[in-house]
DNA sequence: CAAAACACTTAACAAATGTCAATTCTCCTT
DNA sequence: AAGGAGAATTGACATTTGTTAAGTGTTTTG
């Protein structure tokens, strides 16, 4: 059932098991959706109505500049996926999100996360330790993206997320790491000689 | 008086003004602190007990690899300094915070700061916002990282903070930029050719 | 199944950035 | 005010990365 991974999600991240009552407070909040591959969770110029819960899939945000994708985030299995800027603030996103593969998620508006986070103690909690682990993260990025070398990051991002090399085309794992597929290619050759 | 500067703040962030009683057991929480140019609020290998406001002055946040440095923030009047990672979990930081100018910082700890937010709701309000603020500034960094060049994150710099130019010395913007003194040297001259 | 679309690699060349060294300039300290 | 340290610039050269184009292999889809 997809709504067992949620709880399991949540779960993870306070020290009690949730209540039922406030499970069901919470899975209430959500809707199921369907999605798939190359479907659109968000497209650029649309407020980003949603924050998805992947159950099952593979995702992507990324911009288009000059018909150029720049991809700044993957999402898989138990993460979550939303412009934070767009879905908070209402204002119209500069990214598209879509499904690398067909997709199970959950979906829940602001309104509904401002509600969980007044009303459900370990909802709150959790939404706090997100908040905080994913500015952990991208502190991370920026710290690599300004320090090392692409070879370096590429090497930190097979250590840190080996699952992606397996999930996602080469390609895409260019653009994440802010370079061409050619210069990967590259690089993997350099690489695989030693 | 130092604590205004805070106070002040603390009034941007939320739609009424903080109640006296409020605003005192706020400034209980932190300590005021006199940091000379280049002295350290935190160095690498400690953690950071700290989490400093700015009330006067400018800070940095970077690593040292190979003896490069690495500068992952600026920080100037209002702004909040600390390595958020190390501050919450009491892990050993990786980076150095230093003062570039003289610096009047009002300090609190982690402990304090989780007493404000259950007791205070503006300050936890306004924490939340702060927290968010901080996120979308990041995922902007990042993007910019990954999809411009050395030239346009110069430009948006100039851009998002120009008083960046006339504080720092370039060695230090370049860094910030992720780019050598020489590069961005080159880049200035041939910007002021056009 | 066949055609088309896409992903990956390779090569040649261009452009951007890094490295090293020398020079000048500025600012700080004594 | 003089000397010295650090900051910025410049030039020559190396390295990395981007660009373009071609070729190969794989996947998708009608």
Not at 146 to 164: G, M, V, Y
């Amino acid at each position: 059932m997809m709504f067992e991974a949620l709880r399991k999600y949540i779960n993870q991240y306070t020290s009690s098991e949730i209540s039922e009552g406030a499970f069901d407070t919470v899975s209430k909040s959500f809707t199921p959706k369907h999605l798939l591959k190359r479907q659109f969770l968000l497209q650029a110029g649309d407020v980003c109505k949603y924050t998805a819960f992947i159950v099952k899939g593979a995702m992507r945000q990324y911009s288009l500049v000059n018909g150029v994708e720049n991809i700044v985030y993957f999402g898989i299995e138990n993460w979550w996926m939303s412009d934070r800027e767009s879905f908070t603030m209402l204002t119209p996103s500069q990214f598209n999100i879509d499904a690398l593969e067909d997709c199970d998620l959950l979906l829940i508006t602001h309104d509904k996360v401002q509600l969980l986070k007044e009303s459900v103690p370990q909802w709150n909690k959790m939404a706090a330790q997100m908040d905080h682990r994913h500015s952990i993260a991208m502190q991370k990025r920026i710290h690599d993206a300004i320090s090392l070398t692409a070879e370096d990051r590429f090497l930190n991002l097979i250590k840190s997320n080996p699952e992606f090399m397996q999930r996602f085309p080469q390609n895409m794992i260019a653009s994440y790491l802010g370079i061409t597929p050619e210069s990967l290619s590259r690089i993997r050759k350099k690489l695989a000689k030693k």
